[in-house]
DNA sequence: TATCCAAGGTAAGTT
DNA sequence: AACTTACCTTGGATA
């Protein structure tokens, strides 16, 4: 096993961990200790979470173990665990700079008052994509809930540290999966999205990453190529694993708060609206400023 | 103990 | 293109 720090003073920004793994944008990492994101946690703890990955994408499989004290990052893996969190978690997206591009309403300040640290994810395509399908008409506590249902049920076993992981589950293990179940898993009428989407990836007909290399607005077109994704799913796969950080899914909450807060961003269609509230929140780090404000409106912000 | 409701929306069918 | 409607499941609220 190899241990490691990460001095969060050398972090632009900071860090806070929990905010950035349990504000509903990555539904990838999981309690060590193994209670749910349905259980209520105070903020600001120093609970170990854990993920898995794939070094090279290929080769064996390793467990990821981080937890936060004061400003400290700690972790424990098979391997060097430090570039992956590197990556995972964005540690190096200079928070400070971020909030200078973003508009200052109070709103906006209120938010990354209260969250300071926290950052976007960058979480593996596939994941991403079976996440947020799976996120529809759902709450978050539950949509973590599936995505740890189908590493126990679809993914690999994992021994590290006397305990057994299972990692994500491959296109292939999810295009294999019968809808029944899928069902079985809790993910209701889900079931058949996240079955023909894996098979698309597993049959190489189209791939998340594919739309990395497009323009914003041809890359949200592009995913929603995927069944069960369309514009709001494809934000989120853009903005928290292919690096779209002007990305601003147009879910329930942001719709509330451009009532509130920004009516003037209410445009009709879905793209239009996007357009609007992306410009009001800042353009180039929209989806950072949105990410805020989802986390601090859902935990009772306002 | 029963019933109802809503949760990070999307697909399919109508105007 | 814009507008309706159905859709699985389940924790929590209401009766």
Request: some cysteine.
């Given at each position: 096993m190899q241990r490691g720090r990460i001095d969060a003073t050398t972090l632009a920004g900071g860090v806070d961990l929990q905010s950035t793994v349990e504000s509903g944008q990555s539904y990838l990492w999981a309690r060590e200790d193994g209670t749910t994101y349905e259980e209520e946690r105070a903020h600001g703890g120093d609970a170990w979470y854990w993920t898995t990955v794939r070094p090279g994408?290929?080769?064996?499989?390793?467990?990821?173990?981080?937890?936060?004290?004061?400003?400290?990052?700690?972790?424990?893996?098979?391997?060097?665990?430090?570039?992956?969190?590197?990556?995972?978690?964005?540690?190096?997206?200079?928070?400070?700079?971020?909030?200078s591009v973003t508009p200052d309403d109070r709103l906006l300040r209120e938010a990354f008052e209260a969250?300071?640290?926290?950052?976007?994810?960058?979480?593996?395509?596939?994941?991403?994509?079976?996440?947020?399908?799976?996120?529809?008409?759902?709450?978050?506590?539950?949509i973590h809930g599936m995505q740890m249902a189908l590493r126990r049920?679809?993914?690999?076993?994992?021994?590290?540290?006397?305990?057994?992981?299972?990692?994500?589950?491959?296109?292939?293990?999810?295009?294999?999966?019968?809808?029944?179940?899928?069902?079985?898993?809790?993910?209701g009428y889900r079931a058949p999205y996240v079955k023909r989407s894996a098979e698309m990836v597993a049959d190489g007909e189209a791939r998340p990453n594919e739309a990395r290399d497009l323009a914003y607005e041809d890359a949200r077109e592009s995913l929603t190529r995927f069944v069960g994704v369309g514009e709001k799913v494809a934000d989120c796969v853009l903005l928290f694993s292919l690096g779209f950080l002007e990305a601003v899914p147009l879910d329930t909450w942001i719709r509330t708060t451009i009532e509130e807060y920004y009516p003037d961003c209410e445009r009709g269609s879905y793209a239009e609206t996007s357009r609007a509230i992306r410009a009001a929140l800042g353009g180039e780090y929209a989806g950072y400023a949105q990410t805020y404000v989802f986390h601090y409106l859902r935990n009772g912000g306002e």
């Open positions: 994408d290929r080769g064996e499989p390793a467990v990821l173990r981080v937890r936060q004290t004061d400003s400290t990052l700690e972790w424990e893996s098979r391997i060097d665990a430090e570039p992956h969190l590197r990556h995972l978690l964005r540690l190096d997206d200079d928070l400070g700079a971020i909030r969250y300071r640290g926290m950052r976007l994810v960058r979480d593996p395509p596939l994941g991403a994509l079976v996440s947020f399908i799976c996120s529809a008409q759902m709450r978050v506590g539950r049920e679809f993914g690999e076993q994992v021994a590290f540290d006397g305990e057994t992981y299972h990692t994500y589950p491959t296109p292939d293990a999810l295009a294999d999966a019968t809808e029944a179940k899928l069902r079985d898993v809790g993910l």
